[in-house]
């Protein structure tokens, strides 16, 4: 089995930063795409970030220049540091990759348990 642990959520005013980390462990043989999504009430499930295992990153268009993903493929890790929060950040992030369990199995997609990150105005 796989899992994924989220954790550095929180409170924070507006403008102020958070730094997200999610811990891959469990059966892996090899990590391709990692990523954060986010929830808020209400609203369906939003992309934020990916980043693949050459570091190559993707983000929506609301969050370039203010979030950044990275991450550690020796810790099976992944990070989003989100700067100049905004109010409309507010949600459950969750993260989410794409595991190839074994040398010859295909690749299955996990999510972590989701961190709630709220933005104070």
């Known amino acids: 089995q796989v899992q994924l642990v989220e954790s550095g959520g929180g409170l924070v005013q507006a403008g102020g930063s958070l730094r997200l980390s999610c811990a891959a462990s469990g059966s892996i043989y090899s990590i391709g795409v990692m990523g954060w999504y986010r929830q808020a009430p209400g609203k369906q499930r939003d992309l934020v970030a990916t980043?693949?295992?050459?570091?190559?990153?993707n983000y929506e268009d609301s969050v370039k220049g203010r979030f950044t993903i990275s991450r550690d493929n020796a810790k099976n890790t992944v990070y989003l540091q989100m700067n100049s929060l905004k109010p409309e950040d507010t949600a459950v992030y969750y993260c989410n990759a794409m595991v190839r369990r074994t040398i010859i199995s295909g690749v299955g997609t996990y999510w972590g348990q989701g961190t709630q990150v709220t933005v104070s105005s």
């Open positions: 980043i693949t295992s050459g570091g190559s990153t």
